[in-house]
């Protein structure tokens, strides 16, 4: 896969963050850490879970805040799935695969879809955002749990 790794994912997010004139503060770098290493999206509790590991101090209702903020400032995105939202980063332009039941998904790299995307863009005159597209489906594990009769 031509990802960035979570070093330069953190540095792009952080100039961003440094355009708006955003403070480093210790929740922010963590939360930012986070996300960028993470492979697909988190839940707050899931963000929460990975700092508390290590810096305890950090409490839910602080990454909460931290999230909303980085939704605000157009460095997260939220996975567009009705159940609990989960986040990401906004650097690589994405469309997302989802199960409609349980909210497992994957990343597919926008290019990839390129003439498809183009063709929205056209069609509609829509300026997508970086994770402007979702597919949904049932995955593996919902589909052998519940066959759709
Ligand atoms: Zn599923
Ligand atoms: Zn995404």
């Given at each position: 896969?031509?990802?960035?790794?979570?070093?330069?994912?953190?540095?792009?997010?952080?100039?961003?963050l440094?355009?708006?004139?955003?403070?480093?503060?210790?929740?922010?770098?963590?939360?930012?850490?986070?996300?960028?290493?993470?492979?697909?999206?988190?839940?707050?509790?899931?963000?929460?879970?990975?700092?508390?590991a290590?810096?305890?101090?950090?409490?839910?209702?602080?990454?909460h805040?931290?999230?909303?903020?980085?939704?605000?400032?157009?460095?997260?995105?939220?996975?567009?799935?009705?159940?609990?939202?989960?986040?990401?980063?906004?650097d690589s332009?994405?469309?997302?695969?989802?199960?409609?039941?349980?909210?497992?998904?994957?990343?597919?790299?926008?290019d990839?879809l390129?003439?498809?995307?183009?063709?929205?863009?056209?069609?509609?005159?829509?300026?997508?955002?970086?994770?402007?597209?979702?597919?949904?489906?049932?995955?593996a594990?919902?589909?052998?749990?519940?066959?759709?009769?």
């Amino acid at each position: 896969m031509n990802r960035t790794s979570g070093g330069s994912r953190t540095e792009l997010a952080w100039r961003l963050l440094a355009g708006v004139g955003a403070r480093r503060t210790q929740a922010r770098v963590l939360v930012v850490e986070v996300l960028a290493r993470a492979s697909g999206h988190l839940s707050v509790a899931a963000i929460h879970q990975q700092i508390a590991a290590t810096r305890p101090e950090i409490n839910v209702s602080t990454v909460h805040r931290t999230v909303a903020f980085l939704l605000e400032q157009g460095v997260a995105h939220v996975l567009p799935w009705p159940g609990e939202a989960q986040y990401g980063l906004n650097d690589s332009p994405h469309v997302h695969a989802i199960c409609e039941e349980c909210g497992a998904h994957v990343e597919l790299p926008a290019d990839d879809l390129g003439s498809a995307v183009a063709a929205a863009q056209r069609s509609s005159d829509l300026d997508l955002g970086p994770a402007g597209l979702a597919l949904f489906g049932r995955c593996a594990g919902c589909r052998s749990r519940r066959p759709s009769g």
